[in-house]
């Protein structure tokens, strides 16, 4: 599961930005807005000169309200001292002294302090109130929006690279997806993982170890520069997630807290949706290999069963019988094992395919030899199909590995003779083919039925046959030729034949022989 950023990755769907953390403005430009504001309302009243100074109360109230939806509570409390001193000093008799001759004023002056603060603190209150409320707003939809990404994204990896570029934006600093290897390890696989150093380790492994948060801004490992959320799903660690945070960021953590573990929820259920899919797929692929298995035995028995049976009953008369009919039973005889040996060879060289040990052994080598050397081994199988082999003169020598394509040009003459029906001919054709980048091509063509068209696409794996197939064989002999092949650097194409039937053709590198050895 472990996986790249942003380098490696296809194009994710956008992410949608959100600013879920409200940026105040400083406490002073606050008390500077006060400020300004009640002097201009002061200078208002020295030019105007209103006939009643008790009527420009109302004023300096409103002009408080309006503050109240723009300042913290610290200023408002400011704004509402600030403006009684002012109208007190400048405009309520006597003008330039905070004395007061009238018990009117007294009152109007104390009921506009009181008005003032009530109504300004109801005002903050419904403020915080709409500021908080369109905060969980955001956090709702931003976690809506991860949430369908998440949904939609194609691969595992796709889907936890969206995740963390969401939780970059909306925490502004640097997230990092701790994740579990095979060994029993933790280690960072998504974001910058160069953020998870050595000194950050510990606080990592402790959250993951003990299913609790580290890190930053909490009592264990606090000297960290990043703050670790466990993974938790079904009462487990599935991951870690680590969150940089920049210290502006990191003053208001308590205020998106509920966000990041929304987050960290969500990518653990991502984490989890993987895990349940990899031991799906695991699972199977073992019902596969069990049904594979089982039916590689049955066919491998069958194809056992069948030489081993005409061997007994061969055995058992050749003491009883005449001359004449001792060498039918040894042609018999002959025959099966044969047959057992192509067998025994076709596993043996499946298992050298899937070891990868097979490794060629380039050398020069006679075409003509190996055709021969085919041609001998195919003899049973091919005494009722006339072959024509053409070989130009002039190609004496080419450079392959004798056993691997000897054994590739066997296979497709039995794949040829069990295929097509007794007396129709085989041709085996060699040469060089390609002017810019010549190439050795060896074909083999039938006059059969032909390939049947669902079957083109899927001829080399092991274990194809088609529906029609005759009873006999396991389906390997195409899937050797492909990879002995393909060891030598070379590949094997099929075809139509234009008379009609099947072709296939070896094509391998040319090399053309400095000189040509005596022998």
Same mark, same amino acid.
């Given at each position: 599961?472990?996986?790249?950023?942003?380098?490696?990755?296809?194009?994710?769907?956008?992410?949608?930005?959100?600013?879920?953390v409200e940026r105040k403005s400083p406490p002073f430009r606050e008390y500077a807005e006060v400020f300004v504001v009640v002097v201009a309302v002061t200078?208002?009243?020295?030019?105007?000169?209103?006939?009643?100074?008790?009527?420009?109360?109302?004023?300096?109230?409103?002009?408080?309200?309006?503050?109240?939806?723009?300042?913290?509570?610290?200023?408002?409390?400011?704004?509402?001292?600030?403006?009684?001193?002012?109208?007190?000093?400048?405009?309520?008799?006597?003008?330039?002294? =905070?004395?007061?001759?009238?018990?009117?004023?007294?009152?109007?002056?104390?009921?506009?302090?009181?008005v003032a603060f009530v109504i300004g603190r109801s005002n903050a209150r419904i403020r915080e109130a709409e500021r908080a409320e369109r905060v969980r707003?955001?956090?709702?939809?931003?976690?809506?929006?991860?949430?369908?990404? =998440?949904?939609?994204?194609?691969?595992?990896?796709?889907?936890?690279?969206?995740?963390?570029?969401?939780?970059?934006?909306?925490?502004?600093?640097?997230?990092?997806?701790?994740?579990? &290897?095979?060994? +029993?390890?933790?280690?960072?696989?998504?974001?910058?993982?160069?953020?998870?150093?050595?000194?950050?380790?510990?606080?990592?492994?402790?959250?993951? &170890?003990?299913?609790?948060?580290?890190?930053?801004?909490?009592?264990?490992?606090?000297?960290?520069?990043?703050?670790?959320?466990?993974?938790?799903?079904?009462?487990?660690?599935? +991951?870690?997630?680590?969150?940089?945070?920049?210290?502006?960021?990191?003053?208001?953590?308590?205020?998106?807290?509920?966000?990041?573990?929304?987050?960290?929820?969500?990518?653990?259920?991502?984490?989890?949706?993987?895990?349940?899919?990899?031991?799906?797929?695991?699972?199977?692929?073992?019902?596969?290999?069990?049904?594979?298995?089982?039916?590689? =035995?049955?066919?491998?028995?069958?194809?056992?069963?069948?030489?081993?049976?005409?061997?007994?009953?061969?055995?058992?008369?050749?003491?009883?019988?005449?001359?004449?009919?001792?060498?039918?039973?040894?042609?018999?005889?002959?025959?099966? &094992?044969?047959?057992? $040996?192509? =067998?025994?060879?076709?596993?043996?060289?499946?298992?050298?395919?899937?070891?990868?040990?097979?490794?060629?052994?380039?050398?020069?080598?006679?075409?003509?030899?190996?055709? $021969?050397?085919?041609?001998?081994?195919?003899?049973?199988?091919?005494?009722?199909?006339?072959?024509?082999?053409?070989?130009?003169?002039?190609?004496?020598?080419?450079?392959?590995?004798?056993?691997?394509?000897?054994?590739?040009?066997?296979?497709?003459?039995?794949?040829?003779?069990?295929?097509?029906?007794?007396?129709?001919?085989?041709?085996?054709?060699?040469?060089?083919?390609?002017?810019?980048?010549?190439?050795?091509?060896?074909?083999?063509?039938?006059?059969?039925?032909?390939?049947?068209?669902?079957?083109?696409?899927?001829?080399?794996?092991?274990?194809?046959?088609?529906?029609?197939?005759?009873?006999?064989?396991?389906?390997? +002999?195409?899937?050797?030729?492909?990879?002995?092949?393909?060891?030598?650097? +070379?590949?094997?194409?099929?075809?139509? $034949?234009?008379?009609?039937?099947?072709?296939?053709?070896?094509?391998?590198?040319?090399?053309?022989?400095?000189?040509?050895?005596?022998?």
């Open positions: 599961m472990a996986g790249c950023r942003h380098p490696h990755h296809p194009v994710s769907p956008p992410v949608h930005t959100f600013e879920v200078m208002a009243a020295l030019f105007v000169a209103p006939s009643s100074h008790l009527s420009f109360g109302i004023v300096y109230l409103i002009a408080v309200v309006t503050l109240s939806m723009r300042v913290g509570r610290g200023a408002l409390i400011f704004a509402g001292i600030f403006s009684a001193l002012m109208w007190d000093l400048f405009v309520i008799p006597p003008v330039g002294s =905070l004395a007061i001759t009238s018990f009117e004023d007294v009152l109007m002056l104390g009921t506009y302090v009181i707003e955001q956090r709702a939809s931003a976690l809506l929006h991860v949430a369908r990404a =998440l949904a939609e994204a194609k691969t595992f990896e796709q889907a936890i690279d969206i995740a963390l570029r969401q939780a970059d934006q909306l925490f502004n600093g640097d997230s990092v997806l701790l994740l579990v &290897t095979p060994d +029993g390890h933790l280690r960072a696989s998504n974001g910058p993982v160069d953020r998870y150093n050595e000194t950050e380790k510990g606080a990592g492994e402790w959250a993951w &170890t003990h299913g609790a948060k580290a890190g930053r801004f909490t009592p264990n490992f606090p000297e960290a520069a990043g703050h670790y959320l466990p993974l938790m799903r079904a009462m487990s660690v599935v +991951g870690v997630l680590a969150v940089y945070l920049p210290d502006e960021t990191a003053k208001s953590l308590a205020g998106f807290k509920d966000l990041l573990e929304g987050f960290a929820a969500q990518v653990a259920m991502q984490i989890e949706r993987e895990q349940l899919r990899v031991v799906t797929e695991r699972e199977k692929l073992f019902v596969e290999s069990e049904k594979l298995h089982r039916t590689l =035995l049955d066919s491998v028995a069958h194809e056992l069963r069948t030489p081993l049976a005409v061997l007994s009953a061969a055995t058992a008369k050749l003491g009883t019988q005449n001359e004449a009919n001792r060498a039918d039973l040894a042609a018999e005889i002959r025959t099966a &094992t044969h047959r057992l $040996n192509r =067998l025994v060879a076709n596993l043996l060289n499946l298992n050298r395919l899937e070891s990868g040990t097979l490794k060629p052994r380039l050398d020069w080598c006679d075409l003509r030899g190996l055709i $021969n050397e085919a041609l001998r081994n195919t003899a049973d199988v091919l005494k009722d199909h006339p072959v024509t082999v053409t070989v130009p003169p002039g190609m004496l020598l080419i450079q392959a590995d004798p056993a691997l394509l000897e054994q590739a040009i066997t296979n497709l003459l039995h794949n040829a003779a069990f295929h097509t029906p007794a007396g129709t001919p085989v041709t085996i054709e060699g040469g060089i083919k390609g002017a810019t980048e010549p190439r050795i091509c060896i074909s083999i063509s039938d006059k059969g039925p032909g390939m049947p068209p669902e079957l083109r696409d899927v001829l080399f794996p092991k274990f194809q046959r088609g529906k029609h197939a005759l009873p006999g064989g396991l389906g390997l +002999g195409l899937s050797i030729v492909h990879g002995f092949v393909t060891a030598q650097g +070379g590949e094997v194409v099929s075809g139509d $034949n234009p008379g009609g039937g099947a072709a296939f053709s070896i094509y391998l590198p040319y090399h053309k022989p400095d000189t040509v050895p005596e022998e």
